[in-house]
């Protein structure tokens, strides 16, 4: 098989009008490259992209797990409060299910690297707090499912 027939552009039949093609050819890739796009659309009325942040931290905090528990720590109801800021700074105040939990030392700073992950998260603060105390009536159905407690 010739060589011309593994190429996607013919030829061209004298070095000066290759050399006129490609002038041509790079005239249009410049052109098309400084056509004006339409405006991005404004976001609705009312929208907060902090919502979807917010969304986002959520899914990131029930990839935590207390260990011992096969549950994740949202379902469980460990997450007290999560609140952001305008410079998207996360504020999340949790617990544990005793103060005598084995990870006490180590689940917070799980949750806090699990949001830090989060796109568009700046800085997160975790306070571990003991009031109100957790109790079974904390979980979630679906982690009542999960553990039988029915």
Request: with cysteine; aromatic share 6%; glycine share 4%.
């Amino acid at each position: 098989m010739p060589d011309e027939a593994l190429t996607h552009r013919p030829m061209a039949p004298n070095p000066a009008e290759a050399e006129a093609q490609l002038n041509a050819q790079a005239a249009a890739d410049a052109g098309a490259d400084s056509k004006e796009f339409a405006p991005m659309p404004k976001p609705p009325e009312g929208y907060d992209p902090r919502e979807e942040i917010m969304d986002r931290v959520v899914a990131a905090i029930k990839t935590c797990y207390d260990p011992e528990i096969p549950v994740d720590i949202w379902e469980l109801g460990l997450i007290y409060r999560v609140d952001m800021d305008g410079q998207r700074n996360v504020e999340i105040d949790m617990t544990l299910t005793s103060p005598m939990c084995p990870v006490a030392g180590e689940l917070p700073e799980q949750v806090r690297q699990a949001v830090l992950g989060v796109e568009d998260v700046n800085e997160v603060k975790i306070e571990l707090v003991w009031e109100p105390p957790w109790h079974q009536g904390m979980m979630s159905e679906e982690a009542r499912l999960q553990l039988d407690m029915f």
